[in-house]
């Protein structure tokens, strides 16, 4: 089956409303056909060649949100940065478009947490448990703040679990194997001040409060991301976000220089590209270099959707207007550059078998054109 059959396939008969599972091949020709594949669900690997679509859809990109978080939830049974992570701190976010989002994520991230609730702190602090723990946090935060408009206890009992593994300097333990994600500490840390900040009246709280041990592990994340430097670009990127929820954590100044940081990144096409936000040596242990130089397009990397996306995203949430010209710019990168599958495609920085940074580089966009009321009236019509 070709990967425009599978996908057509998928839109036909799938539903984001099943509790489907994901099956990913451990054989290498299963890994070339599919990034996600179980049952019903098959949703094609993506490629740089797949064509552009003449305009955007905004459904085909919302089943293949949809489809993936589901899918890799049934089948991994964990939070993943790159997939359902995404969608969580996205997706609710999108609910004035596309409707809310389906309930069957916020349990599997409810249920994740109480497993991992009754494990040892020290067993917690170890290889992805701790990027899980803060992913949970901020996609409960993100619902609260969207779907349910207020501050739940579950969400309260993620956040207070994310401080409880917090380091002595003011980060999470993290792996260094997956940029951009699961890459550094640094990344780490501004999702989850991010969180912290988003939960509905959640900070103001904490730090109102007589839980001196909580309120010194908020001060401790503020203390990092105001004095550790940043390894790159990218992770500038994201502390410019965090700010704009935490907003404590620059100076106007500091501000400004990184939205002009940020604006120059800006290729000719009006797109951003994700590998010239940092050297190769520079993404997490400098693991990924060899692949990275090796690139037929290394020297000049084109524009990708999920830095794309990002970068409209960040600079709308730092106070720049959606008719500014780098703004427009960007919106119209991604109004021409949709995939007819309904993603946005990104190559990954990691392997070139199943592109999961193409997740992201679907979710960002969407977020992108809705923060620049560049969503089509129709599916806002459908989708009260």
Same mark, same amino acid.
Request: glycine share 6%.
């Given at each position: 089956?070709?990967?425009?059959?599978?996908?057509?396939?998928?839109?036909?008969?799938?539903?984001?409303?099943?509790?489907?599972?994901?099956?990913?091949?451990?054989?290498? /020709?299963?890994?070339?056909?599919?990034?996600?594949?179980?049952?019903?669900?098959?949703?094609?690997?993506?490629?740089?060649?797949?064509?552009?679509?003449?305009?955007?859809?905004?459904?085909?990109?919302?089943?293949?949100?949809?489809?993936?978080?589901?899918?890799?939830?049934?089948?991994?049974?964990?939070?993943?940065?790159?997939?359902?992570?995404?969608?969580?701190?996205?997706?609710?976010?999108?609910?004035?478009?596309?409707?809310?989002?389906?309930?069957?994520?916020?349990?599997?991230?409810?249920?994740?947490?109480?497993?991992?609730?009754?494990?040892?702190?020290?067993?917690?602090?170890?290889?992805?448990?701790?990027?899980?723990?803060?992913?949970?946090?901020?996609?409960?935060?993100?619902?609260?703040?969207h779907?349910?408009?207020?501050?739940?206890?579950?969400?309260?009992?993620?956040l207070?679990?994310?401080?409880?593994i917090?380091?002595?300097?003011?980060?999470?333990?993290?792996?260094?194997?997956?940029?951009?994600?699961?890459?550094?500490?640094?990344?780490?840390?501004?999702?989850?001040?991010?969180?912290a /900040?988003?939960?509905?009246?959640?900070?103001?709280? /904490?730090?109102?409060?007589?839980?001196?041990?909580?309120?010194?592990?908020i001060?401790?994340?503020?203390?990092?991301?105001?004095?550790?430097?940043?390894a790159?670009?990218?992770?500038?990127?994201?502390?410019?976000?965090?700010?704009?929820?935490?907003?404590?954590?620059?100076?106007?100044?500091q501000?400004?220089?990184?939205?002009?940081?940020?604006?120059?990144?800006?290729?000719?096409?009006?797109?951003?590209?994700?590998?010239?936000?940092?050297?190769?040596e520079?993404?997490?242990?400098?693991?990924?270099?060899?692949?990275?130089?090796?690139?037929?397009?290394?020297?000049?990397?084109?524009?990708?959707?999920?830095?794309?996306?990002?970068?409209?995203?960040?600079?709308?949430?730092?106070?720049?207007?959606?008719?500014?010209?780098?703004?427009?710019?960007?919106i119209?990168?991604?109004?021409?550059?949709?995939?007819?599958?309904?993603?946005?495609?990104?190559?990954?920085?990691?392997?070139?078998?199943?592109?999961?940074?193409?997740?992201?580089?679907?979710?960002?966009?969407?977020?992108?054109?809705?923060?620049?009321?560049?969503?089509?009236?129709?599916?806002?019509?459908?989708?009260?």
């Amino acid at each position: 089956m070709n990967p425009k059959t599978a996908f057509t396939k998928l839109v036909r008969y799938g539903s984001p409303l099943s509790a489907l599972c994901l099956l990913l091949s451990l054989n290498r /020709a299963a890994a070339d056909d599919y990034q996600y594949k179980f049952e019903q669900i098959t949703i094609p690997r993506p490629s740089a060649e797949e064509p552009r679509r003449d305009a955007v859809s905004v459904d085909l990109a919302k089943t293949y949100l949809e489809q993936g978080s589901l899918a890799w939830s049934g089948e991994r049974k964990c939070v993943s940065c790159h997939t359902n992570g995404t969608y969580m701190v996205t997706r609710p976010a999108l609910s004035a478009s596309l409707g809310q989002p389906p309930e069957d994520t916020r349990q599997f991230f409810l249920t994740t947490l109480s497993k991992l609730q009754e494990e040892k702190l020290d067993r917690l602090k170890q290889s992805t448990r701790p990027a899980q723990i803060i992913y949970i946090a901020a996609g409960l935060s993100e619902w609260d703040a969207h779907v349910a408009k207020q501050l739940s206890p579950e969400t309260e009992k993620s956040l207070e679990l994310m401080f409880s593994i917090q380091t002595e300097n003011g980060t999470w333990g993290s792996l260094d194997c997956w940029p951009p994600f699961e890459s550094d500490a640094y990344h780490e840390a501004t999702v989850a001040a991010m969180a912290a /900040a988003t939960a509905p009246g959640w900070l103001q709280k /904490a730090e109102a409060s007589d839980n001196a041990a909580l309120k010194a592990s908020i001060e401790k994340l503020k203390n990092y991301l105001r004095t550790e430097k940043p390894a790159h670009d990218y992770s500038r990127t994201l502390l410019l976000w965090a700010n704009s929820r935490m907003t404590d954590l620059l100076s106007a100044e500091q501000k400004q220089e990184l939205i002009d940081a940020l604006a120059k990144h800006q290729r000719a096409d009006g797109g951003w590209s994700i590998r010239t936000f940092a050297a190769p040596e520079t993404w997490g242990s400098g693991n990924r270099a060899p692949k990275l130089k090796a690139e037929p397009e290394f020297a000049d990397p084109p524009s990708d959707g999920h830095m794309t996306g990002l970068a409209v995203i960040v600079l709308r949430e730092a106070g720049i207007g959606a008719d500014d010209p780098r703004v427009q710019k960007g919106i119209a990168w991604l109004k021409a550059n949709q995939r007819e599958s309904g993603r946005w495609w990104t190559r990954s920085l990691n392997t070139d078998t199943w592109h999961f940074i193409t997740y992201s580089g679907t979710a960002y966009p969407l977020l992108a054109l809705q923060m620049c009321d560049e969503i089509p009236k129709a599916t806002v019509a459908q989708n009260p």
